[in-house]
Nanobody, 123 residues
Framework: QVQLVESGGGLVQAGGSLRLSCAAS????????MGWFRHGPGKEREFVAA????????YYADSVKGRFTISRDNAKNTVYLQMNSLKPEDTDVYYC????????????????WGQGTQVTVSS
């Protein structure tokens, strides 16, 4: 079992930055790849970024590549999403999730999900 709790969301102006954190409980955190998705009312769930358990591999959606950076600290059981150059279209609820699967951009591969944190980017 892995429990995930996101934090760090908020309101920011376009061009600004936010860092989301996802704290995990459970002894097996380091054996999971971790991903970030975003999903808001009236929108489809969208893959954002993922990172392997070893931190050696990362994968990003084209829409965030070059602006967002995913990282993790296995000693702290935490995964991060640094978001720079934010745009109004980045406004959404952001979720972290844990998977042992290979298809990181597919939400169905993920076993555990956090409750989400709201990110709002004003123009």
């Amino acid at each position: 079992q892995v429990q995930l709790v996101e934090s760090g969301g908020g309101l920011v102006q376009a061009g600004g930055s936010l860092r989301l954190s996802c704290a995990a409980s459970g002894r097996t955190f380091s054996s999971y790849a971790m991903g970030w998705f975003r999903h808001g009312p009236g929108k489809e769930r969208e893959f954002v970024a993922a990172i392997s358990w070893s931190r050696l591999s990362t994968y990003y959606a084209d829409s965030v590549k070059g602006r967002f950076t995913i990282s993790r600290d296995n000693a702290k059981n935490t995964v991060y999403l640094q978001m720079n150059s934010l745009k109004p279209e980045d406004t959404d609820v952001y979720y972290c999730a844990a998977t042992r699967g290979r298809h990181w951009d597919y939400a169905g591969e993920y076993e555990y999900w956090g409750q989400g944190t709201q990110v709002t980017v004003s123009s």
